[in-house]
């Protein structure tokens, strides 16, 4: 299912986004990798961004064995720690944002670590009833994709869309069936319009 899951939402990324092999990207909290091995030969190079130091090894093992030149591996918190100056053309995430306190602190990063023109595009639950992950569970139990995209706005991008990327299908403790919606969104940061801010009229 993962890797069905993640080629579902590769597949949607290259439908919205004109990725370009010019461009470093941004993935933040790619577990094992499976989307960035999926969008790697379309990007110049791509940042992994995940604090689980299991993940983390994890991924520099994936990494060696396959011998992939443009995938570099960072161990931080994103939402604890900050990622210095570096700038990207895209950042992505998947099944990652349900699990950040502090959703609209992240996106603010989100926008701070993009250049002008560049790209956001998150993948993760819909709004659901708390079943994914069960009791004792703090993070939010997926979103509505309207409020998100309301918040995408408020932090400065545009261009917003989404669609349903992905429906898991997942056999729940009392052998029943369940099904839960993945939304893939998009939306990118405006490049300043020329001659902004000179105050001349
Ligand atoms: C549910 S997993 C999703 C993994 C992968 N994106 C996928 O779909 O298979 C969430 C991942 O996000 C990472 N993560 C959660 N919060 C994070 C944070 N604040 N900074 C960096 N990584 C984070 C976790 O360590 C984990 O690897």
């Not at 992939?68 to 161990?75: A, G, I, P, Y």
């Not at 009791?135 to 349903?164: Q, Y």
């Amino acid at each position: 299912m993962y890797h069905e899951r993640a080629a579902a939402v590769a597949g949607e990324i290259r439908k919205v986004i004109p990725l370009n092999r010019e461009w470093r990207a941004l993935e933040f909290g790619p577990g094992t990798g499976l989307l960035s091995l999926l969008l790697k030969d379309q990007l110049k190079e791509i940042t992994l961004i995940d604090s689980s130091a299991g993940m983390v090894k994890v991924l520099n093992e994936k990494i060696a064995a396959e011998a992939v030149e443009n995938l570099k591996v960072l161990h931080l918190d994103l939402e604890q720690e900050d990622h210095g100056d570096e700038k990207y053309d895209l950042i992505y995430n998947l099944m990652v944002l349900h699990h950040v306190s502090d959703v609209e602190k992240i996106i603010g990063k989100f926008r701070d670590m993009l250049n002008p023109g560049g790209y956001l595009a998150v993948a993760d639950l819909c709004s659901e009833d708390g079943s994914f992950h069960g009791g004792g569970f703090t993070g939010h139990r997926g979103f509505n994709p309207e409020t998100l995209a309301a918040m995408l706005v408020d932090r400065g991008f545009a261009g917003i869309s989404h669609k349903t990327a992905y429906v898991i299908d997942r056999v729940m403790a009392d052998g029943s069936r369940k099904q839960f919606e993945v939304f893939l969104m998009t939306a990118s940061l405006p490049k300043p319009k020329a001659g902004a801010g000179s105050g001349v009229s």
